[in-house]
T-cell receptor, first 116, second 110 residues
């Protein structure tokens, strides 16, 4: 089945630093990847849609200069949280879908970010 | 605006009984529907997909879709404590990503 690998699984950083999270589709090509954020006991919130070879599409209220997304290849998208603050601490999850119409989203294992 | 609605629960079901999870959606253009299970602190995992009206069975799970009523459900037979999780309903229309409901928290009581 389709596998999405996400790294790191857990990261702790200091305020003001930047953190990069990688999302890879291991056995399929993903022209589109999605980045979600989830706070404790809350639902998934779509942050942005990452399109291979073009700019990401951000959801309303998500700062594109703070959450930098790069989708340089059909199997890799990265999310960089710049100048992180404690309120950015959350569970970040990427997902991808192969090119087949109606195919489901497959999720990475998520990254638990803690900003101190 | 596309919406997927779920009762947040918690839904408490005795072990061995049938758990019934429900979902409604607003976008009549949605063609595909998915049920994901999410354990606390983990990412969602796909358990069922359904594309046409009627029932689809996979092991202890049965997904039901009624496009006329814009209604999707998931039945879990012979519920086990390990089924305790949050179940997310999602719909897809067009080329967009999925629209997720807020999830139903299911508790299987031993």
């Amino acid at each position: 089945g389709a596998v999405v690998s996400q790294h790191p699984s857990r990261v702790i950083c200091k305020s003001g630093t930047s953190v990069k999270i990688e999302c890879r589709s291991l056995d399929f090509q993903a022209t589109t990847m999605f980045w979600y954020r989830q706070f404790p006991k809350k639902s998934l919130m779509l942050m942005a849609t990452s399109n291979e070879g073009s700019k990401a599409t951000y959801e309303q209220g998500v700062e594109k200069d703070k959450f930098l997304i790069n989708h340089a290849s059909l199997t890799l998208s990265t999310l960089t949280v710049t100048s992180a603050h404690p309120e950015d601490s959350s569970f970040y999850i990427c997902s991808a879908r192969d090119r087949t119409y109606n195919s489901p989203l497959h999720f990475g294992n998520g990254t638990r970010l803690t900003v101190t | 605006q596309k919406e997927v609605e779920q009762n947040s629960g918690p839904l408490s079901v005795p072990e061995g009984a049938i758990a019934s999870l429900n979902c409604t959606y607003s976008d009549r253009g949605s063609q595909s529907f998915f049920w994901y299970r999410q354990y606390s602190g983990k990412s969602p995992e796909l358990i069922m997909s359904i594309y046409s009206n009627g029932d689809k069975e996979d092991g202890r799970f049965t997904a039901q879709l009624n496009k006329a009523s814009q209604y999707v459900s998931l039945l879990i037979r012979d519920s086990q404590p390990s089924d305790s999780a949050t179940y997310l309903c999602a719909g897809k229309g067009g080329a967009d990503g999925l629209t997720f409901g807020k999830g139903t928290h299911l508790i299987i009581q031993p």
